[in-house]
Structure formats: structure tokens, C-alpha cells
């Protein structure tokens, strides 16, 4: 008795270690942000830019064009913009700048313009490809373009040519605007984020997607597929923890891993606690793990309400431990309550979409 005791003792310890050491790699792997930098002329709208690739207001937007003393740093939960002073100028002569920035340490650069290319972002532009560096070309307040005696099509070819002949013909180049006077689609954005998540190395690409914007619907799908990659990791863990043989062993781990899941599903769509909340009786459960009750009621209630539920599809994606399947009651169940709160998610923003390109925001 005692030994099996001592045996189940031990497997509950291996089994914290389990989730423990999952929780911090997962952390770990959050704080490791896609690092984004932004540099042009001041008044390109770089901030304005941002603010519209969060799909929130995470940047100061000024009207001033030659006060910027120091980079803008925005921290989102996937990724860091950074948008840089101007290049060799009075304050940051082309010596001293990149001692002062260090520009090389970002995944991805992006020159914004909203006039002629600058001499100082092409120079700028040469030192950083040398590098290996990838850029973007943005052509930002595109809705003011306009000639009487030509087309915007033709406007926008002459722009490419410029920056061609001064960068080099492989480099891309976005037209964009920030005014919301016309859909997201006609503003370049989503073919913007596009640019950027394939410009991006692919195990970065991912993150990228989660946190940009979704301005249409099939973006949200992308950010859906996302969030079932991430359900999927959690389930690893919640395989492991339902290893242990002991019978409610330690609902406060279940908390842990359910709460980080549905953290993680909500920042996939943008939405926080308040806008979803999970839904029927299952939603009785989720509140009693995340305050922590633990013991054998809490398991039993678990049981009786998501065993049927948490098989059939489940099944063939519960993952493999230790060279077998594990249909183990908490991956099961992680599965099930994960779909449902994917699916909660997805329709909230999705109706949050719809409602926003009727009233014309995005």
C-alpha cells in the first residue's frame, strides 16, 4: 500500500515537472516577440501604420514632422514594432545611428515613404541588405494620389519604377493608406500583412498572422487554423497530466493549462475574457478549475458531463505519449472545450468583421 502510494506520489511529481516545464517553454516562446522595425522620412505615417496592423490604437500618431527624438516602441502580445527616427540627420548622423539602435537585431524592416524615396532611407536600405536583412516598401497615403493627366494605375507604375531604379527591381512595394474612408481591401492591407508574413521566416510566420488584423474573412480562418495548431500543444500536456493515475491529483494544474489555452485562442482573434465567455454547462467546470478546487468532486463532475462529448473526433487527435495513443480523460476533455471556445472566438469575430465592413471601418 505504502509503495503504491509512494509510486503514485512519484508519477504525480513527474507529472508537475510535465506541465511546469511546458508552461515556461510556452511562456518563453511569447516573450521571443517577432521584433518589426519601421524606418522613412517623418510623416510617412509609420505609426498610423502600425496602429492599423494591431487593429488598435497601440501608437502615438503626431503631426509632427521632424521632432522625433528617440524610436517608438510598441510591445503587442505576438510582436514588437519599432519605428525609428530619421536616419543621418542633425541628431543621428549616419556614424553614430545604428550604435544608437542597433536596427540589426529586427526579423523584418519596413521603409514607409509618402513622397519620393529619400535619399538616406535608400542608403539606409543598402546597409541593412548587406546584412541579409529582408524590406518591405510601403507606400503609404496612396488615397492621395492623383494626376488629371493619368491614371492611378499609372501613377503606381511610375512610383515602382522610381523605387527600382534606386533599390533594385526584386524589392516589393505596397501602396497603402490609413484613412478609413474605403475598405481594407482598397487600402492595401491585407495584402500588406500578406507581404509581411512571407517575408518572415516560417516559424515566425505563424505568430505574425495571429496578431495582425483580420480584415477579411478568410484572414480569420487563417487566424482559426492558428488557434487549432495551439489547441493541439496543449493537449500534449493535458495527455501528460491525465498519466497520472491518482484521481484528481491536481485540478489546479488542469487550471493552469486550460487557462493558457484559452488565453491563447483569444489573442489568436483579438477578443478578450470579457467579449467570449465559454458557454454552457462546461462553463461550470472552467469556473471551478480556474479557482483552483481540486479533489476527486471536481474530476467526477468532469467526467460526467464531457466524457461522451470529449471522443469521436477527439480521438484522432489525441497525441501520443510514451509510444501510445493516451485517450486519457483531460486531453479528451482539453479538446472539447478548446473546439467550443475556437468556435465561440471565431464567430464573435467574425461578426465583429462583418459589422465593421458594413459600417465601412476596416
Known sequence: MNSR???????????KAIVAQFLQAWQRERDHKIKICLFGQPGAGKSSLINELAGQRVARVSQATDTTRQA???????????DLPGYDTSAFPENAYFSAFNPLQYDLFLCVFAGKLHRADVD???????????????????DGLYDPSCSREELERRILQDVHSLVGPREKVVFTSCRRNKPAAERG???LETAMGMLLPE?????????AKAYTEAALLVKRASAER?????????????????????????????????RSIREAFGVNEKEVQPEGPSSQIVKKLAEGVTGERVTKGLTWLLRKKASGRAAKAIPVVGGAAVMGFNAGSLYFLGQKYIDACYRYALERLRAEIQMGEP
Open 5 to 15: 502510494n509512494k509510486g503514485g506520489g512519484k508519477m504525480a511529481g513527474d507529472t
Open 230 to 262: 495551439s489547441l493541439k500543444k496543449f493537449m500534449v500536456l493535458a495527455a501528460a497530466n491525465g498519466l497520472n493515475p491518482v484521481i484528481g491529483m491536481d485540478a489546479a494544474l488542469d487550471a493552469q493549462i486550460l487557462k493558457g489555452l484559452y
Open 189 to 191: 492591407l491585407p495584402e
Open 72 to 82: 517608438q516602441i510598441v510591445e503587442c502580445p505576438d510582436v514588437i514594432y519599432v
Open 124 to 142: 539606409f536600405f543598402g546597409k541593412i541588405a548587406r546584412t541579409g536583412r529582408v524590406c518591405l516598401f510601403v507606400r503609404n497615403k496612396c
Open 203 to 211: 516559424a515566425r510566420r505563424d505568430r505574425f498572422f495571429r496578431h
